[in-house]
């Protein structure tokens, strides 16, 4: 009985009344990104856009995406809950509310909203629910946490291309993918900040579903 109960708790969004009270003090972090020594808090460039993507946990999504061409900066750390300043050891409780997310800031004259929703779709599963693979709870639901109208926008028609991509595959599955415009991001600890740079032989977690996501981008890019 424990363990269904904890496993419920895990997986259950719980109310902003429930959640844990957390601290009016931000957590210590990195300073600097460790692969390419830049700002962890910015200041970041003038007309560069950013994202929260969550693709289970973070390790190995940021390392997927601190690699991508117009990427300029990544983070790791929490958003779509309730707790603020939330710590590692609150979030997997399941009762922050919060998904690990990496922040992604991008130059928009290299690289497009869409071709990262593309890499989003395909590099995780986003039909699990609260879970991604063997990482079960809240905090590893997938997530697209967006900072302009025109993201909110794209993050939508991108996550109905793929779910029709995967009908036209046979699969029944549905897309989970949490959507919204972002509230307040949190950053990790920072032993969790490229931690697949630090520890090379970490444990990645991203697993696809196979399916190719098709897009026509806005301006053919």
């Known amino acids: 009985m424990f363990l269904v109960e904890m496993f419920s708790r895990k997986t259950t969004m719980p109310t ?12 210590a972090t990195a ?6 020594g830049r700002p962890l808090k910015g200041p970041c460039p003038a007309g560069f856009e950013t994202i929260h993507l969550g693709m289970g946990c973070f390790w190995g ?3 997927l995406l601190w690699k991508t061409p117009g990427v300029w900066l990544t983070a790791a750390g929490y958003a779509g809950g309730f707790t603020p300043n939330p710590t590692y050891q609150e979030t997997i409780t399941g009762l922050t509310g919060h998904t690990e997310v990496v922040k992604v800031v991008y130059d928009p004259s290299e690289t497009t ?16 629910g609260m879970r991604q693979g063997n990482d079960i709870g809240t905090t590893y639901r997938s997530a697209i946490y967006t900072t302009t109208p025109e993201q909110l926008e794209s993050a939508m028609r991108m996550r109905e291309i793929f779910q029709a991509a995967l009908k036209a595959a046979g699969r029944t599955s549905k897309v989970t993918t ?3 415009p ?10 969790h ?25 806005r301006n053919g890019g």
């Not at 902003?16 to 957590?27: D, K, M, P, T, V």
């Not at 520890?199 to 981008?217: D, F, K, M, Q, S």
């Open 31 to 36: 300073a600097a990104h460790f692969v390419n």
């Open 16 to 27: 902003a009344q429930a959640a844990l009270a957390g601290r009016s003090e931000a957590i």
């Open 178 to 180: 949490e959507i919204a």
């Open 113 to 128: 909203t869409e071709r990262l929703l593309k890499l989003f779709f395909e590099e995780h599963d986003p039909t699990q």
């Open 61 to 63: 999504a940021e390392r």
């Open 193 to 217: 900040q490229q931690y697949l740079a630090r520890n090379p032989g970490g444990y990645c977690g991203l697993r696809g579903t196979g399916i190719a996501c098709p897009v026509l981008e």
């Open 182 to 191: 972002a509230g307040e991001f949190y950053y990790a600890e920072d032993y």
